[in-house]
């Protein structure tokens, strides 16, 4: 499944350049805790986290991940969207909790 | 003739966390080397450059490539002020983050974890003047 696919099932708020929209999702982590995200997860990830800060983009860069959900109904600030952005990192908002987030990607088959 | 470069990490420099590890992948992705090796690469380079910047007064990372031998080596330095207890930091879950590093969601403790499972060779010195951290990573 593509990011774009994805969003057509979800419908969350996405912040995403259109090239970005066709990156492949492979599996799903769910951390905030960076050093967890670092030591394992893997390429294609989506990231559910309710991190969102700059430290979260250069991670999910460093990982080569497919897309970050932000969840809680955190606030994205400019810079960050705009980093994701120049990185090439689609980004997702929604006001579901992790869980909640996390329970909809199982049932769509990530 | 081994090829080098150096950067310098700043304390608390949380805006630019993961620079240096970026360019550095950016250079092992150049020697094409396998995917599983890159990948433990950017792992350990990236947890030690974050240690630096939430634990010391700053330093520099220093790239070595000895092409011939088919080895990398990075070598973390810093100016202090040391490791109290080596054994405890090396204990999975403990970290002696501060409150700030925490709301960036640093200090889970398995920074120095992630790097010796992923690294060929570690070696850990350190002292009150500082810290110096070398990881070898065999890249042919």
Known sequence: MTVEELNEELHFEIFANKDSLKKEISTCFVSDLLSFVMGYGKPGSIWVTVQAHMNVIAVAVLKEFS????TSDVKLDKTFIDKALKENIPLMKTTLTSYEVCKRLVNLGI | MAVEKRFKVYKEDFANA???SSQIKQMV???KVDTMVLRHIVVACYEAEINMIIHSNGGEIVYRLHDKRGVL???FNDVGPGIPDVKKALTPG????SQKARQFGFGAGMGLANIIRVSDDFNLNTSEKGTSLKLHFNIK
Not at chain 1, 67 to 70: A, D, E, H
């Open chain 1, 67 to 70: 897309l970050i959900i932000v």
């Open chain 2, 18 to 20: 993961g620079n240096v």
């Open chain 2, 29 to 31: 992705k150049d020697l």
């Open chain 2, 73 to 75: 080596t990075l070598e």
């Open chain 2, 94 to 97: 403990w970290s002696s983050a």
